[in-house]
């Protein structure tokens, strides 16, 4: 159907409330959390086979594709409004529950089985806006449900760059439409001169998402003010840091707040032609956007004479290739060229001279995602959340060894403790604290004393590491500080773009030391070493891969030296992780001789008769464990040390 | 952002003057101030991969390192080309540079200035893995000679693959380069002697680059002078009557020289056309 | 092992080209594109479309022996990323490393003998509440913490040989 452009403000608003009436159409509405980490999980036979229900079942239940509300380890994850009543969030859901699952939305029942968390208003954070989903009383199953409020993964939690994850079809611009989209935008083309925009964006403290935490309404001043034509505007959806995936969640769930933000970015700045490069290790991202723009250009928010304001603005999407590097702005910008990934000196910043030697505005995903809220809220709201100085709300990711795995987004100040502990349910399966990674691989480790530290840009780079783009891995006692040094290096010296010396030599070298610590051959004189190194890759390398390479290593030698001696003087791992530092033995004691280790052992390093105890030969043995995996009587024994020396 | 005036600073406590978008090395080296660059030379664009040229700058309460084959210089900076902190930069990259390339005598060389003899870093990456330790290599990756094929000679006949460590410099699919015209001047250029050619029964033979052309006899000596590549492009791209193009510059001598200053003429006015 | 004939290669890039102005900034999405259809870049492709986007060809093989993304030998009909993010380390990415090396009998990057799988490491495929996790082309696998699990997913693709490798994610 030919979509007529939307050029005006009223007309925008009539589109917004006749899609708000459908988006809350008091009918039951079932709701299928499918990005990437919910179709890993089976999300999509959970929908087919509810589709399957409701056509069976000829009840008029919409079913309808949503992203990802951050409540990863509940997934898949299925919500359903009860009309009149509440939205009634379902965990774990299997294609089997469908059935139940659609009678009792049908009858307007809670399926109590899978029933974790209860929403009581849609919210509209762009208007301040709450509608309730409730007509007079809560049905007493519904009472029973426990409100968000209750819930310990979402108290806490304040979703402004998440506002439409999980409430929104990604694929549907009416409805984000409906949740006062791109009424910034029009606001701010309409309303407000680029001086103003910039004003407010300063004033609301927005500091890029990124990582590198720079004040964006300084940015887009500088930028602003660099008389060179073209400019352009850059989203930065490369997000390599390993653990991390909250831009892929917002791209997924919401990708045209994006589009917005740029939008209005780039009118402020004075620019035409925006580009938004994601990773290709993102497929579903890419899709997302590639139709969002489609449909941004359809409804007339890209292209020409924007809400009539004379400004034009189009955006392009570029895929990146496998290359952490290119998540470096200079790097970005010469991939976007079609050249390789190479970072240049930044003595003259990008803002001023960037890709093609063009003023260029780079911001990170969450960053954009930030601004239509902050043009519609108005900077004051903004700062009153976070700290004196880090404003607004950061989204993180919170995996590892944590109960609550997912995304998690709080206002900047809360502590490291309230999310891992509070929000993220604490270590599981019995496991003691050791240690957060922050700030991916330009960041370190944080050990427990610190936990009370509140989380924003400036206090955890006082601890040595930094708050980053939100990566937040937890680690129990089970987790070798000195391997995960080990495998920071591994993956910079990987990704090295291979320019500069002191990066590219460099991490080599210290990959080297730690990988002959981590086997037994580190040698004295090896602590001081990497000292060195580090001090010159700090301060020799191109670029920030090479300049924060050593940071994982510099906080696990400052917070857990001990670790490092016992491998270095006493060729142990106290965490019994480095192959070469444990042993693993069978205790006789407990060995039933059920043969199933031996016939398991990719090395048939196992030895022994059937119902005999067995053995295991030390010097075929590569301590993968899989035989400690598949021993139900706990009889395979790991100990510290390198056995027979 | 550099304006068109001139720029006053100081370097190691000396005022003095850049010109506009004049680099600091090049200011320093004006000044017999000795700075070491291997990745740098005049022919080409700077590239700041070998970082040996870091100097430190000072401007209010802040300092920072930076290459000074690229930095251009802002009023009242105050530069230290030769400080704790570039030393102990500089010692280490050669000494990451030495455990690299263990047999290139330059480096070896400029290392031991900065009291470096042996490397502390153990190269037995590939006897842990089993492996025989390949033959060390002599390039360090610099970039000249892939920069003065594509700037200079402009047929871009090599330039680097893959990354990291990985890094090499070699000609597309580590083969013969169609582009290739045996001009020498990447042999001429490297800092490091790790490239070579031969001239063998009327080939040259381009080693590391797996490249061989034909060379051109000279029309009155009958020596192979230059590839056929090479003087095809210089004919072309000078406008030169075959006379001249296909003599060596042995034999043009006297009896040419009517032509080559009538050349050197053509020569002036399409360098400026060029431009 | 898949390869293409020449004068398909050539109708393939010449497509391909098609979907994009022909100049240098071009070059990656070209290549990606070319990498998804034919599973790796052949020489003959690499040469074409340098010079169709003007583009020296030390620079194009640069690109593409820079990028992960690009293969310039034949690729299996599958690939299996295995994710190297950080929580899937935490919790024994290098432990499925060694066992689907082993259970397929190759090593990184290589590709098993009956051109079925291609084996590689990926830095993070942001499925970290799966970890440890692995992708078979597009489909994503969560934790993936059994030799018997990992033996089932990949009986599914060797029964299934119609399997679909996932749609390029053209639109």
Redesign the interface.
């Known amino acids: 159907m030919r979509q007529h452009k939307i050029e005006t403000r009223e007309h925008l608003a009539e589109v917004r409330d006749s899609a708000r009436r459908a988006l809350l159409d008091g009918k039951p509405k079932v709701l299928v959390g499918m990005a ?2 919910g ?3 089976g999300a999509q036979e959970v929908f087919d086979a509810l589709c399957d229900e409701v056509r069976k079942s000829k009840l008029d239940v919409r079913i309808v594709e949503t992203g990802c509300n951050g409540g ?2 509940l ?1 898949p994850v299925v919500d359903v409004v009860l009309p009149g009543q509440a939205r009634i969030t379902y965990a774990h859901v299997e294609p089997s529950d469908a059935p139940s699952l659609i009678e009792s939305t049908g009858d307007g029942k809670v399926y109590e089985k899978l029933a974790i968390g209860r929403i009581d208003a849609e919210p509209f954070l762009l208007e301040d806006l709450r509608k309730n989903y409730r007509r007079g009383k809560l049905a007493p199953d519904v009472k029973k449900v426990p409100p968000y409020s209750r819930v310990p993964f979402f108290r806490g939690q304040m979703h402004i760059a998440m506002r439409n994850c999980g409430f929104i079809d990604p694929s549907s611009v009416e409805e984000y439409i409906a949740k006062g989209g791109y009424a910034a935008a029009a606001k701010a083309l309409t309303e407000m001169t680029p001086e103003q925009i910039i004003d407010e964006i300063k004033t609301s403290g927005l500091r890029g998402r990124g990582g590198g935490g720079f004040s964006t309404g300084r940015k887009w001043d500088t930028c602003r003010n660099a008389h060179v034509e073209p400019k352009y505007v850059i989203c930065n959806a490369d ?7 909250m831009d ?1 969640s917002i791209i997924e769930g919401d990708p045209h707040s994006i589009i917005e933000g740029m939008i209005i970015g780039s009118y402020a700045i004075g620019a035409h032609m925006g580009y938004i490069y994601v990773r ?4 579903l991202a ?2 997302r956007v ?2 969002a723009l ?1 449909q941004a250009e359809e409804f007339g928010f890209l292209g020409k004479n924007i809400f009539g304001s004379g400004h034009d603005f189009t955006v392009r999407i ?8 290119c998540g470096e702005s200079t790097a970005l910008m010469a ?7 190479e970072p ?2 930044k ?2 910043h990008t803002v ?1 001279s960037g890709l093609w030697s063009r003023p260029s505005c780079l911001n990170n995903v969450e960053t954009w995602n930030n601004v239509p809220v902050v043009i519609a809220r108005g900077a004051q709201w903004f700062s009153g959340i976070g700290t004196e100085g880090s404003k607004g709300t950061k989204v993180f ?1 919170l ?3 944590v109960k609550h ?2 995304l998690v987004e709080v206002p900047m100040g809360l502590t490291l403790r309230q999310v891992i502990e509070d929000i993220g349910g604490g270590i599981p399966d019995g496991g003691a604290f050791k240690a957060v ?1 922050t700030g ?1 691989p330009s960041g370190g480790c944080i050990p427990a004393e610190y936990l009370d530290t509140p989380v924003d840009f400036d206090r955890l780079t006082e601890l040595g590491s930094m708050m980053g783009s939100g ?1 937040m ?1 937890v ?1 129990d006692n089970h ?1 070798c500080m000195v391997d ?1 040094a080990r ?2 290096l591994a ?1 910079l ?10 990066c ?6 210290m990959l ?2 730690l ?2 610590i981590c086997e037994g051959r580190g040698q004295p ?1 090896d602590i001081e ?1 990497l000292g ?2 580090a ?2 890759m700090v ?4 670029c920030a891969l090479g300049g924060s390479a050593p940071n994982p290593v510099l906080t696990t030698l400052k917070y857990f030296s001990a670790e490092y001696r016992a491998h270095i003087e006493e060729r142990r791992c106290p965490a019994k992780v480095c192959r070469a530092l444990i042993t693993h033995k069978i205790n006789p004691e407990k060995c039933t001789g059920c043969t199933l280790c031996a016939n ?1 052992c ?1 090395m048939k390093a196992i030895s022994g008769e059937k119902k005999e105890p067995h053995e295991i030969d030390e010097s075929k043995c ?1 301590r ?3 035989c400690v ?1 598949s021993c139900r009587f706990e009889a395979i024994e790991v100990s510290e040390g390198m056995g027979q020396e | 952002m550099t304006e068109q005036k001139d720029v006053q600073f100081t370097i190691d406590g000396q005022s003095v003057r850049a010109k506009p978008g004049e680099t600091v090395l090049s200011v320093a080296r004006r000044h017999g101030i000795d700075i070491p660059a291997l990745c740098h030379h005049e022919s080409v664009s700077a590239y700041g991969a070998c970082r040996l040229c870091v100097v430190e700058v000072f401007w209010g309460k802040r300092s920072k390192l930076v290459t000074s084959c690229i930095y251009t210089p802002y009023e009242n900076d105050r530069v230290e080309t030769n400080n704790e902190r570039v030393r102990r930069t500089r010692r280490m990259i050669l000494e990451l540079l030495l455990a690299r390339c263990p047999k290139v005598e330059v480096i070896r060389d400029l290392a031991r200035e900065y009291g470096v003899d042996e490397p502390r870093f153990r190269t037995n990456g590939a006897a842990r893995e089993g492996k025989a330790p390949p033959e060390p290599t002599r390039c360090i990756l610099c970039g000249l000679c892939v920069r003065v094929c594509g700037e200079v000679v402009g047929q871009h006949a090599i330039s680097y693959a893959n990354r990291g460590m990985e890094r090499v410099i070699t000609t597309p699919f580590a083969d013969q380069a169609e582009e290739c015209v045996g001009c020498g001047a990447c042999v001429f250029v490297c800092p490091t002697d790790a490239l070579h050619y031969e001239d063998i029964d009327g080939q040259r033979i381009m080693k590391e680059l797996k490249t061989t052309l034909p060379l051109l006899k000279c029309r009155v000596c009958g020596r192979p002078f230059a590839t056929e590549k090479q003087v095809a492009r210089i004919r072309e791209g000078l406008n030169l009557p075959d006379e001249l193009a296909e003599t060596c510059p042995s034999c043009r001598g006297s009896e040419f020289r009517g032509i080559m200053e009538q050349t050197l003429g053509l020569v002036q006015s399409t360098t400026s056309q060029q431009d | 092992m898949s390869s293409v004939a020449e004068l398909e290669i050539d109708g393939v890039v010449d497509e391909v080209l098609g979907r994009y102005s022909p100049d240098p900034s071009s070059l990656i999405s070209v290549l990606e594109d070319l990498q998804e259809e034919m599973h790796y870049l052949p020489r003959e492709a690499l040469d074409q479309v340098s010079t169709a986007l003007g583009v020296p060809r030390s620079q194009s093989y640069h690109v593409a022996t820079f990028y992960r993304a690009f293969s310039l030998k034949p690729r299996g009909q599958h690939t299996i990323s295995i994710c190297r993010g950080t929580a899937c380390h935490v919790k024994g990415a290098d432990k499925i490393a060694d066992i689907l090396k082993m259970e397929l009998n190759v090593s990184e990057d290589e590709t098993t003998e009956d051109g079925m799988f291609t084996v590689q490491s990926v830095r993070c495929l942001g499925c970290c509440s799966l970890a440890p996790a692995i992708m078979i082309d597009r489909h994503v696998f969560g934790e993936v913490t059994s030799l018997s699990l990992l033996r089932e997913i990949l009986r599914s693709y060797r029964e299934d040989r119609t399997r679909d490798t996932d749609a390029p994610t053209q639109d």
Request: net charge negative; aromatic share 8%; proline share 4%.
């Open positions: 990437t980490c179709l890993a999980t990863c380890f997934e997000e390599g840091d390993p653990g991390a995936y892929r290709e290790e993102y497929p890419v899709k590639r139709l489609r570029n895929r990146g290739a496998g290359a952490f590097v991939s976007l060229e079609g050249r390789v990934g240049r000196a003595y003259i001023e990711s995996v590892g060894k795995v997912g990674q991916g990566g891995i680690m987790t995960i495998y920071f993956f010296k990987d990704e090295s773009c291979g320019k500069c010396v002191p590219r030599e460099g991490t080599a070298r080297d030391i990988t002959d004189g070493l060195d190194l001090a010159v301060d020799g390398s191109l398991i990719p590569i993968c464990g899989l995996d």
